[in-house]
């Protein structure tokens, strides 16, 4: 899971792909990023929603879970992976610098390398992010999360119509 403002990332393994498993991991990036998402934009896979072929009123148990947090689920638009390209290109980024050298023993093993990777990325600078004049700067992740916590509690934050919007925590911050 990639937050878009910050480009932090949540991965975790599972050793299969369910909507049970969704959920779950849903449920863990949650706790890990401390905050529930507006949205969250996922592709069309029935690990994620109902399949295309169901019964109309079939709901994956995905959906109902995002609804009872009250997160919107948005779906690109089918075979479209470009729809959702902070994610591809993030696949790639693991393939080349992680997988492509991965070895383990455990499931545990894995979860450890894979929480150590996380973790580095995290704190990698990308030159994606802004820094609040809006100029590129390197910035990691987890700066740019810091960043834009600080000027929450100092100004809020508003969409693009000016409406506020809040941003509902798990906890409630430390000032």
Not at 40 to 67: R, Y
Not at 70 to 91: A, D, F, M
Not at 96 to 113: P, V
Not at 143 to 148: G, N, S, V
Request: net charge positive; hydrophobic share 30%; charged share 30%.
């Amino acid at each position: 899971m990639i937050d878009e403002a910050t480009r932090e990332r949540f991965i975790y393994p599972y050793q299969e792909q369910s909507t049970f498993s969704t959920i779950d991991f849903i449920k863990r990036a949650i706790v890990y990023f401390g905050y529930f998402p507006a949205i969250i934009q996922t592709d069309n896979g029935t690990e994620f929603t109902t399949p295309k072929i169901a019964k109309s009123t079939t709901v994956s148990p995905v959906d109902t879970f995002l609804t009872k947090c009250g997160i919107r689920h948005t779906l690109i638009r089918p075979y479209t992976p470009r729809h959702n390209g902070k994610v591809e290109r993030s696949h790639r980024t693991d393939q080349k610098n992680f997988y492509d050298h991965l070895q383990y023993s455990t499931f545990e093993e894995l979860k450890e390398k894979m929480a150590a990777w996380l973790n580095r990325y995290n704190n990698c600078p990308h030159s994606a992010l802004k820094n609040r004049e809006g100029k590129r700067a390197f910035l990691t992740p987890l700066q740019k999360r810091a960043e834009l916590l600080e000027d929450y509690a100092r100004d809020g934050f508003r969409d693009e119509l000016g409406k506020e919007v809040k941003i509902r925590f798990l906890k409630k911050r430390q000032t």
